[in-house]
C-alpha cells in the first residue's frame, strides 16, 4: 500500500464514515469495525483495495484482513477516530467461547493461526528462491554455466539454505508477535530446536533427560509446527506470569521463567509431536496405497502440500527414499509428486492472471516460477493456497484429479530428482509408456486446478446480509 494514512481514510469512507462507526479495533491481522449499519458497507470495493487480503463479517462487526501491516494502519485509523479507537490488542477469534463451534471452525482456526505465524516471514522464502535461483539455472542442472565446485555457486547455496535452516529462529518471531507475546523469547525458543550441542547429540545418537524426562531427539532444522506450538503455548504463560509477578521483577522472571518452563514443554511433549504423527502417518499413507490403489495415489498428490506445512513431508520423502533403496523404485510417493506440483503451478499461474490486486498477482507469479524452477513450495503454499480458500480447493482437486490417473495407469517413479520440474523426469526410467502416462497425469493436474480457479475465481463471492 502507497500510504498507511490514505488507507485508513478510504477504508473508513467505505464502511460508511465516521458516523457508521461504534467502535474500530484490531487483533493481529485484522482492523475490526463495529458498525450502526452493516448494510452501507460496499465490501467488494474494500477487497480490492491495494493492501487488503480480505474481509468477512461477524455479527455487526466488519473485519478487513491486512496482515502484518495491521499496526500501522491502525495507528492511522485512531489519528481519524480519537474517540472511538481502541488500541488495546483483540484477542483472534479462536478465543472467543467455544459453545457454537463445529469442529470445522476449529480446523480453519488453526489454519488462520499457522497463516497469521508464516505470512510475515514470508519474505524469507522470497529471498531463498530468487538466491537459489541463480545457480539452479546456471549451474550444471540446467544451463552449466556454473560449476558445482565454485566458489559462487556454494556460497548462494550457502544462503538459501541458511534462510531454511534457520526457519524456527525466524518463525519463532512471528508466531510471538501473532500471539501477542515477547518476539525474542520467541526467537530463543526456535534457536534452542537448533542449539548446536543439541544438534551434535542427535547426530551421535545420544539421549538426554530434561528434569527426568526424556527429550525427544529430533532434527528440528526446516521445521514449522514444533516452533508453532511451542510459542503459543509459552504466550499462554507469558501474559499469566506478569499477572502474578510484580512489575520490578518482570523484566528479569518472566523471560527466564517462560524459557525454562516452554523448552520443557516443547523437547519433551510438543516439538516431537510432529515427529509422532510423521510415523503414524507413514503407515496410514501405505495403508492407503494398498487399500484404496489408484484412490491412494490420489490422495497423496492432494495432500502432499498440506503436509509441508505440518513438516510431515520429510517423513514421507525418507518413505519414498526406503523404498528406492529397496526396491529400485516407487510406485506411490514419488508419483504423487509430478500431480502435486503441476497442480500448485496451476493454481498459482491462474490466480496471478485473474487477480486484479498487484499485491496477490506479485505473489502467485513468484512463487509460481520459485516452484517449478527452484523446487520451493512454500511461498506457493503460506502466498497463495493459505490465503485462499478456493485455491486450496483447486489446488487438492487438480492434484487428486492428476494422481488418480496415475494410479490408474500404474505410473512408477525411478529416481528422486529433486522438487521442481526436472523431477518429472523422474517417470523416464522404465517403459517409453510410463514417461507418456506421468506427463499425462501432471498435466491434467495443472489443467483441472487453473481451471478451477478460472472458472470459480479464488476469492469467495459476495454474501448478502
Request: proline share 7%.
Given at each position: 500500500m502507497t500510504s498507511y494514512t490514505e488507507f485508513?481514510?478510504?477504508?473508513?469512507?467505505l464502511v460508511g464514515g465516521p458516523d457508521n462507526i461504534h467502535k474500530a479495533s484490531h487483533c493481529v491481522s485484522r482492523l475490526r469495525f463495529d458498525l450502526k449499519d452493516m448494510s452501507v458497507v460496499k465490501e467488494e470495493d474494500v477487497k480490492q483495495m491495494e493492501g487488503v487480503l480480505g474481509t468477512q463479517k461477524v455479527n455487526r462487526q466488519f473485519q478487513v484482513v491486512v496482515g502484518h501491516a495491521v499496526g500501522q494502519v491502525f495507528t492511522e485509523v485512531e489519528k481519524l477516530l480519537p474517540d472511538i479507537s481502541d488500541h488495546d490488542l483483540v484477542k483472534e477469534d479462536a478465543e472467543k467461547p467455544r459453545g457454537n463451534r463445529s469442529p470445522g471452525d476449529f480446523f480453519m482456526g488453526l489454519i488462520s493461526h499457522m497463516a497469521g505465524c508464516i505470512y510475515p516471514a514470508l519474505a524469507i522464502f522470497?529471498?531463498?528462491?530468487?538466491?537459489?535461483?541463480?545457480?539452479?539455472?546456471?549451474?550444471?542442472?540446467?544451463?552449466?554455466?556454473?560449476?558445482?565446485?565454485?566458489?559462487?555457486?556454494?556460497?548462494?547455496?550457502?544462503?538459501?539454505?541458511?534462510?531454511?535452516?534457520?526457519?524456527?529462529?525466524?518463525?519463532g518471531y512471528s508466531s510471538a508477535v501473532h500471539f501477542n507475546s515477547n518476539p525474542f523469547i520467541g526467537m530463543i525458543l526456535g534457536a534452542v530446536l537448533l542449539a548446536p550441542g543439541f544438534q551434535t547429540l542427535i547426530v551421535n545418537g545420544e539421549s538426554l533427560r530434561y528434569f527426568g524426562v526424556?527429550?525427544?531427539?529430533?532434527?528440528?532444522s526446516m521445521t514449522v509446527l514444533p516452533v508453532i506450538l511451542m510459542t503459543a503455548a509459552e504466550s499462554y504463560l507469558e501474559r499469566f506470569l506478569k499477572k502474578h509477578i510484580p512489575d520490578k521483577l518482570q523484566m528479569m522472571l518472566v523471560p527466564t521463567i517462560s524459557v525454562l518452563v516452554t523448552s520443557f514443554i516443547g523437547l519433551c511433549f510438543l516439538a516431537p509431536l510432529g515427529q509422532y504423527l510423521g510415523v503414524y502417518l507413514s503407515s496410514l499413507l501405505f495403508w492407503i496405497h494398498d487399500t484404496l490403489g489408484a484412490l491412494g495415489t490420489g490422495i497423496m498428490a492432494a495432500l502432499y502440500c498440506p503436509l509441508i506445512m505440518t513438516g510431515m513431508h520429510h517423513t514421507v520423502n525418507m518413505v519414498a527414499i526406503t523404498a528406492l533403496m529397496q526396491n529400485g523404485y516407487d510406485t506411490f510417493l514419488l508419483v504423487a509428486f509430478g500431480?502435486?506440483?503441476?497442480?500448485?503451478?496451476?493454481?498459482?499461474?491462474?490466480?496471478?492472471?485473474?487477480?486484479?490486486?498487484?499485491?496477490?498477482?506479485?505473489i502467485a507469479f513468484s512463487s509460481a516460477f520459485f516452484n517449478g524452477v527452484c523446487g520451493l513450495s512454500e511461498p506457493v503454499i503460506y502466498g497463495v493456497l493459505l490465503q485462499f480458500p478456493k485455491a486450496m480447493a483447486a489446488y487438492m482437486l487438480g492434484g487428486f484429479a492428476g494422481g488418480l490417473l496415475m494410479g490408474i495407469t500404474n505410473v512408477i517413479g525411478y529416481v528422486l530428482l529433486g522438487s521442481n520440474l526436472l523431477g518429472l523426469l523422474a517417470y523416464s526410467g522404465g517403459a517409453s509408456m510410463n514417461f507418456v502416462f506421468g506427463i499425462a497425469g501432471s498435466v491434467l493436474a495443472f489443467i483441472v486446478s487453473f481451471a478451477f480457479i478460472w472458472i470459480l475465481g479464488y476469492e469467495k463471492k459476495k454474501t448478502v446480509s
Open positions: 485508513a481514510k478510504k477504508v473508513i469512507e522470497v529471498v531463498a528462491g530468487l538466491i537459489k535461483t541463480i545457480p539452479t539455472i546456471f549451474g550444471p542442472g540446467m544451463l552449466g554455466l556454473m560449476s558445482s565446485d565454485s566458489d559462487l555457486y556454494r556460497i548462494f547455496f550457502f544462503i538459501s539454505d541458511a534462510c531454511f535452516y534457520f526457519l524456527p529462529v525466524f518463525l526424556p527429550v525427544g531427539m529430533y532434527d528440528y500431480p502435486s506440483l503441476m497442480a500448485t503451478l496451476g493454481t498459482a499461474l491462474a490466480v496471478g492472471l485473474k487477480t486484479r490486486k498487484p499485491e496477490v498477482r506479485s
